[in-house]
């Protein structure tokens, strides 16, 4: 188990994170935790764009679309599998 | 900013608000949700046809009502913006969170999702908060079963303390259970307990200690926790609201806002300041709602979404993603100008016989001449043009958009492109704004709503007419065919697709150009966050389709189309037939724009034909043939031959054939667009922005092709 924490932009596709700190403030940062992106949650990285950018996570069953901005602003500790 | 609160639905929940007390015998009921989770097919199956809609299907903005009677009691529906919770500060969120709290609703209906149900809850347990009659529809319970998930409905609605139905909307199933609930919830049957969010004992403390103080201001109006929680937050928006419905100022308020600022030295003292306590609220939340979800949902299959998994691996592929997307919609397009080509000369035909009866019946009641042809062979005959031009390619057009919306692709399309929008510092969605200015730039810029940013909205108003409609696609493909193609056979078609495509994509690189340009000067600021859901893909229900995307799109663009079109119709009469000096006005004004459209590769006439082709871009060609053969009114020519050798007579090269499609591309919208823009953004001063933006462009890029190419001594 890795312990560092890294922004979700940098968890490679096909693996999961757990949520462990929100950088944004205002109203990005409602949004996120509206997403649920709550302390905890597991995401996984789905797919890039075809440009690379944005990426599109699965988190709490839907699959959302974060442009690099944002998700940098969410940092997870990346873990192998589910749990 | 040009967005108003009044175009953006603050304005038209009053009018609903409104109307409710007019009518106090209906019931009403409001309709909330996240979107993509069928809350307008609930919607409509419930009101039926019996609803006042001129929306943006499924992606409502304004609220759209519906009426229905269930066991002689009428109801009125409401349905609100779909949202994802009502804590942020969309405008969609405001208009729902004022509606569910001052709009009086007799229940309110919250419609999930069931294949997502957790995500789903978090809006259910918001608006708990606020109102005690609540019925849940867990809808889309067919999908469930497909992806094999079961959910315990008893047991959610034991937890949750409200009623609880699932349906399946879009086969009917569920709904007079729906109904059923609705009317003992209020007719106060079913009694609702809503048992809502504990949180942690120093936030509860903090509200316990404004609730007084709010009881005293405003009575048992609105749920007194859940105010005085929202004022603890911070919610400045929620101040305003409680003035505007309920005239009743907190802002100014000073012991109140004494009794906050006390709470909020009490919380930092132990540790929290305001930001944490926004997490704390939005934590427990969905923490409460990750467990009611554990509790209800029975089995799970963890991997329900492969399928859809699989095909996103292929639509979104960085070595397809691109290529498949282009030839969807270069086959939407594609099937759209060929297709309505005969239904298009079956309705002319029609239109111009009905021409013929009308001339017959002013020459019965003995009509003065010049009126006959005022009324009949310019205002009629415009009008018939317009249509029979513009209907059949609406009806193909709207139909099969709606087709890959409502299954999911559209979305795709904008993941596929959101990279490029945020370098020209948009908004990823302007995507699809664009793509639907291929049929038709007003239908695109009524698409611009579902941007949230009013920045990144303007932008793609703006910008939207940089990609050409269907209204200009035939005069693109005309001239193409003639001067660039040259000749006949398939490599000439074969090039005048390619010349078609090219002025695509200019028109695309255009767009995302004058985007980053108007980001930097008059639009500035940074693009606003992009969180997109990718919702499931799903069957799309053919009937629905059609119907909603005839009365919602084709019928509302046509009539507005049509009110622009009357009036122009008599002057682009008056104008060539009116003779001062032995030659028409239309005659004067072109050889008054003369030297100027030269400059830019073109002649006054072509000018003057773009100019009154204002109701409609498809009129521009025949007014051009009319003006050049001297004649009163439109015609159409019956081959491209013959019209090149027209062209040719007129002086025409190449290159003017190419300034007039580059001017095609880039000059003011049409009529109905800028009207559309005005009713859009309630702002004079942008729909002259739009106007200008265009235009200025054209000027630019055609002076700068043909000064070139004559300067180079190319033509």
């Known amino acids: 188990m890795n312990k560092y924490l890294i922004p979700l932009n940098q968890l490679p596709i096909g693996f999961f994170g757990k949520v462990r700190k929100l950088t944004a403030d205002g109203s990005a940062r409602r949004r996120m935790l509206d997403l649920g992106l709550i302390n905890d949650t597991t995401v996984e990285s789905l797919r890039k764009s075809p440009a690379g950018d944005p990426i599109a996570y699965e988190i709490r069953g839907a699959v959302i679309a974060l442009r690099s901005e944002e998700a940098s602003k969410i940092l997870v500790e990346s873990i192998q599998q589910l749990g | ?715």
């Open chain 2, 1 to 715: 900013m040009g967005l108003s609160k009044q175009s953006t639905g603050i304005n038209a929940l009053n009018g609903i608000i409104e109307t409710k007390s007019e009518s106090s015998d209906d019931f009403i009921v409001a309709l909330a949700g996240n979107p993509n989770t069928g809350k307008s097919t609930v919607f409509n199956s419930l009101t039926g046809m019996n609803q006042h809609t001129g929306n943006w299907a499924g992606k409502t903005v304004t609220n759209a009502t519906g009426k229905f009677t269930y066991k002689n009691t009428r109801y009125t529906l409401v349905d609100l913006p779909g949202t994802y919770s009502l804590l942020a500060n969309s405008i969609e969120e405001q208009v729902a969170r004022d509606f569910i709290c001052f709009g009086n609703a007799h229940t309110t209906v919250i419609v999930t999702d069931a294949t997502c149900l957790e995500r789903n809850l978090n809006l259910v347990l918001q608006i708990m908060e606020v109102t005690d009659k609540i019925v849940v529809c867990v809808n889309l319970m067919d999908e469930a079963k497909r992806k094999k998930i079961s959910i315990d409905l008893k047991k959610l609605s034991d937890l949750l303390g409200v009623p609880v139905v699932g349906t399946s909307a879009r086969n009917g199933k569920g709904l007079k259970e729906l109904k059923d609930t609705i009317e003992k919830v209020v007719r106060g049957e079913i009694k609702t307990a809503p048992n809502k969010v504990d949180y942690d004992a120093i936030v509860e403390d903090a509200i316990n200690e404004v609730v007084p103080y709010i009881k005293a201001l405003i009575g048992d109006k609105i749920d007194n926790r859940w105010i005085s929680l929202r004022l603890i937050d911070g919610d400045n928006l929620l101040s305003q609201s409680l003035y505007s419905y309920l005239n009743c100022d907190l802002s100014n308020n000073e012991i109140l806002l004494e009794i906050i600022e006390e709470v909020h030295n009490k919380l930092r003292d132990e540790g929290t300041t305001p930001k944490d306590l926004r997490d704390q609220i939005v934590y427990k939340i969905v923490k409460t709602a990750e467990s009611i979800s554990k509790e209800a949902i029975l089995s799970e299959n963890t991997v329900h979404n492969q399928t859809d998994r699989k095909i996103d691996d292929v639509l979104t592929s960085k070595l397809l993603g691109i290529p498949i997307m282009i030839i969807l919609l270069g086959a939407v397009f594609w099937l759209t100008i060929v297709g309505s080509n005969i239904p298009s000369s079956m309705l002319a035909d029609y239109l111009f016989r009905i021409e013929g009866y009308l001339t017959k019946f002013f020459a019965w009641i003995n009509t003065p001449k010049w009126i006959h042809d005022i009324l009949v062979l310019g205002m009629y005959r415009t009008l018939a043009w317009v249509v029979s031009v513009m209907l059949p390619p609406m009806a193909i057009f709207f139909p099969l958009f709606t087709f890959l919306e409502d299954l999911g692709y559209l979305p795709r399309v904008a993941f596929n492109l959101d990279h490029y929008f945020k370098k020209a510092c948009a908004h990823g969605k302007q995507a699809l704004t664009m793509c639907m200015g291929f049929g038709c730039n007003a239908a695109g810029i009524i698409a611009c709503r579902i941007i949230d940013s009013p920045r990144e909205r303007l932008i793609a108003t703006i910008t939207n007419n940089f990609v050409p409609c269907n209204g200009r696609f035939p005069t693109l493909i005309a001239l193409a065919s003639i001067f660039i193609a040259g000749g006949t056979g398939a490599s000439s078609s074969f090039a005048a697709v390619v010349s078609v495509l090219a002025v695509i994509i200019l028109g695309v690189m255009i767009t995302l150009f004058i985007s980053k340009l108007l980001s930097k000067t008059v639009l500035k600021g940074l693009p606003s966050s992009f969180t997109m859901e990718l919702p499931p893909y799903r069957r799309p229900q053919v009937l629905r389709i059609i119907i909603r995307s005839i009365f919602d799109r084709t019928l509302f663009v046509l009539g507005r189309a049509i009110v622009i079109a009357a009036p122009a119709g008599i002057v682009i009469w008056g104008m060539a037939n009116v003779y001062v000096d032995n030659a028409s006005l239309l005659t004067h004004c072109a050889q008054f724009l003369d030297p100027f459209s030269n400059l830019l590769g073109m002649d006054g006439y072509i000018m003057m034909a773009f100019i009154l082709g204002l109701p409609a871009n498809e009129i521009v060609i025949p007014i051009l043939i009319m003006s050049y053969m001297s004649k009163g009114s439109m015609l159409e020519l019956d081959s491209l031959a013959q019209m090149r050798q027209l062209f040719i007579d007129n002086g025409w090269t190449w290159l003017t054939a190419v300034c007039m499609m580059l001017f095609s591309l880039n000059h003011w919208p049409c009529g109905t667009t800028l009207w559309t823009i005005h009713k859009e953004t309630q702002s004079w001063k942008w729909t002259w922005v739009s106007f200008i933006v265009p235009t200025i462009t054209g000027i630019v890029v055609c002076f700068t092709v043909a000064q070139g190419v004559r300067l180079l001594g190319l033509v």
